[in-house]
């Protein structure tokens, strides 16, 4: 993988880690298509630089739940939503521990892609028939736990999954973004730290990895800003089409 390669699959990460349209599932095409080889440690690398795009841009609400960790109160609004995260977090966890050779087994697998397509492309289509007022709370949490779990699919979005099952559960769209966003946190630190070492064995140029962090590190959080623009203006569901339209170019692709 040269510094070229590199830069692609970092800009496409930044892209798509955010958008619903699959992040993984995009890295999977770009790296058959483009004859890239590019171990799972990179891609974990770029993964870090989109948990520092959400970091920054979710600042404001992780300060908050820092100061209610220091001076925690009786029924602290904060610190509730802080423990429903954490339940949210615990089906993802136990899902990528067990599993964790079976999906990484499907990063290589343009059929399965495919079809994580076609699925999240369903959800992000009937979610805003769902919409709702109401707030997150253990129930909700949960469910949008396990269906993040589902995500590590490549080809599933982890924010088109999570953001669609929070609407359909009657959550508000800000607060089904916001939920999700905090979510991807520690999903995405978990699968950097599990794959740090295989990173460190990694045949690939310090610098190398470096540009890559930082490049998807930039595009991400433009793309957060796009992504929640689209969320306040109701456009969520039109992502639906983008991921049938290359699911059916990747059908076609297999085929000819």
Same mark, same amino acid.
């Given at each position: 993988?040269?510094? @070229?390669?590199?830069?692609?699959?970092?800009?496409?990460?930044?892209?798509?880690?955010w958008?619903?349209?699959s992040s993984?599932g995009?890295?999977?095409?770009?790296?058959?298509?483009?004859k890239?080889?590019?171990?799972v #440690?990179?891609?974990?690398?770029?993964? $870090? !630089?989109?948990?520092i795009?959400?970091?920054? $841009?979710?600042?404001?609400?992780?300060t908050?739940?820092? #100061?209610?960790l @220091?001076?925690?109160?009786?029924?602290?609004?904060?610190l509730?939503?802080?423990t429903y995260?954490?339940?949210?977090?615990?089906?993802?966890?136990?899902a990528?521990?067990? $599993?964790?050779?079976?999906?990484?087994? &499907?990063?290589?697998?343009?059929? #399965?892609?495919t079809?994580?397509? *076609?699925f999240?492309?369903?959800?992000?289509?009937?979610?805003e028939?769902?919409?709702?007022?109401?707030?997150?709370?253990?129930?909700?949490a &949960?469910?949008? !736990?396990?269906?993040q779990s589902?995500?590590?699919?490549p080809?599933?979005?982890?924010?088109?999954?999570?953001?669609?099952?929070g609407?359909?559960?009657?959550?508000?769209?800000?607060d089904?973004?916001?939920?999700?966003f905090?979510?991807?946190?520690? @999903?995405? *630190?978990?699968?950097?730290?599990?794959?740090? !070492?295989?990173?460190?064995?990694?045949?690939?140029?310090?610098?190398?990895?470096?540009a890559?962090?930082?490049?998807? #590190?930039i595009?991400?959080?433009l793309? &957060?800003? *796009? &992504?929640?623009q689209?969320?306040?203006?109701?456009?969520?569901? *039109?992502?639906?089409?983008?991921?049938?339209?290359l699911?059916?170019?990747?059908?076609?692709?297999?085929?000819?």
């Open positions: 993988m040269d510094y @070229a390669q590199a830069m692609l699959l970092s800009i496409i990460q930044g892209i798509t880690e958008l619903p349209v993984s995009h890295l999977v095409i770009a790296q058959h298509f483009f890239i080889n590019a171990p #440690a990179f891609d974990a690398a770029l993964h $870090f !630089g989109t948990l795009s959400v970091l920054v $841009f979710m600042r404001k609400d992780l908050g739940m820092l #100061a209610s @220091a001076n925690p109160e009786k029924r602290n609004p904060t509730k939503y802080l995260i954490i339940l949210a977090t615990i089906p993802v966890g136990v990528g521990l067990m $599993f964790k050779g079976f999906f990484e087994s &499907l990063f290589s697998n343009l059929s #399965a892609v079809a994580g397509l *076609l999240t492309g369903l959800l992000l289509f009937i979610s028939r769902h919409l709702k007022s109401g707030v997150i709370d253990a129930k909700k &949960l469910t949008i !736990g396990l269906m589902i995500a590590i699919i080809g599933v979005s982890r924010s088109g999954t999570t953001i669609s099952t609407l359909m559960a009657g959550v508000n769209r800000e089904a973004a916001r939920f999700s905090l979510l991807s946190i520690p @999903a995405i *630190l978990g699968g950097v730290i599990v794959e740090s !070492g295989s990173l460190a064995n990694a045949s690939i140029d310090a610098q190398v990895v470096a890559g962090v930082l490049a998807s #590190a595009v991400g959080y793309s &957060l800003k *796009l &992504l929640w689209t969320i306040l203006q109701k456009r969520f569901h *039109l992502f639906a089409y983008y991921c049938w339209a699911a059916m170019a990747l059908v076609l692709a297999q085929i000819l």
